[in-house]
């Protein structure tokens, strides 16, 4: 069974607009963390956000913020105010355990295209 | 302080060829690991490491190799190269007590 699921592979959303990329996940392990990376066409990884399984409030950054819905095991990325610079491939990942290091898993991403 | 440095940023295999694609941190991270992305696809872990000296496997780690030993240096190394290695290979690295990984620019690789 896929441990990250992003069934979005696209989206598109006009500039200035809120847009949420949605992520289920898969898992037995109560601790648990999930994370949002960008990926723009340059390649790099940028950490957006980090929500932690026994965290009781929705985690923010700035304009970002992760909907956690920990009984239906989702963790989507809201963007508030898009960018023309927002776009680019977000993945969704989540790292099992507090110390297993080794069990950490990306989604397969969704490509976001804002419109001017 | 220059983070996560990977070299090289292209690279062209023969079949069969081996090499070692490096990865450096200038940040004192303990934990280091290798990831591959194919086209369409999320990040792979290869194999990690917690620390010099130690390492194991992740999700993907058949045809490849790494060591570890230095806190800096993490290099994979291919050992046969074959055409399903095709892919973009990430180094990342974080703190054991920090979630957040750091990622290096990543290396292309192309096996013909």
């Known amino acids: 069974a896929q441990k990250i699921t992003q069934t979005q592979p696209g989206m598109f959303v006009q500039e200035k607009e809120a847009v949420t990329l949605d992520c289920t996940y898969d898992?037995?392990?109560?601790?648990?963390?999930l994370f949002w990376y960008k990926q723009p066409s340059s390649g790099e990884m940028i950490f957006l956000i980090y929500?932690?399984?026994?965290?009781?409030q929705n985690a923010t950054e700035g304009r970002y913020s992760l909907n956690f819905q920990k009984a239906r095991k989702s963790a989507n990325l809201v963007i508030s105010a898009s960018q023309l610079g927002d776009s680019a491939m977000y993945f969704c990942?989540?790292?099992?355990?507090?110390?297993?290091?080794?069990?950490?898993?990306f989604g397969s991403g969704t490509k976001l295209n804002v419109k001017p | 302080n220059a983070g996560v440095t990977q070299t090289p940023k292209f690279q062209v295999l023969k079949t069969g060829q081996s090499m070692t694609l490096q990865c450096a941190q200038d940040m004192n991270h303990e934990y280091m690991s290798w990831y591959r992305q194919d086209p369409g696809m999320g990040l792979r872990l290869i194999h990690y490491s917690v620390g010099a000296g130690i390492t194991d496997q992740g999700e993907v780690p058949n045809g490849y190799n790494v060591s570890r030993s230095t806190t800096e240096d993490f290099p994979l190394r291919l050992l046969s190269a074959a055409p399903s290695q095709t892919s973009v290979y990430f180094c990342?690295?974080?703190?054991?007590?920090?979630?957040?990984?750091?990622f290096g620019p990543g290396t292309r690789l192309t096996v013909t």
């Open positions: 990342a690295s974080s703190p054991l007590t920090v979630y957040e990984q750091y």
């Open positions: 898992t037995s392990d109560p601790s648990y963390g």
């Open positions: 990942a989540m790292r099992e355990g507090l110390y297993n290091f080794n069990k950490f898993y």
């Open positions: 929500q932690g399984s026994y965290d009781q």
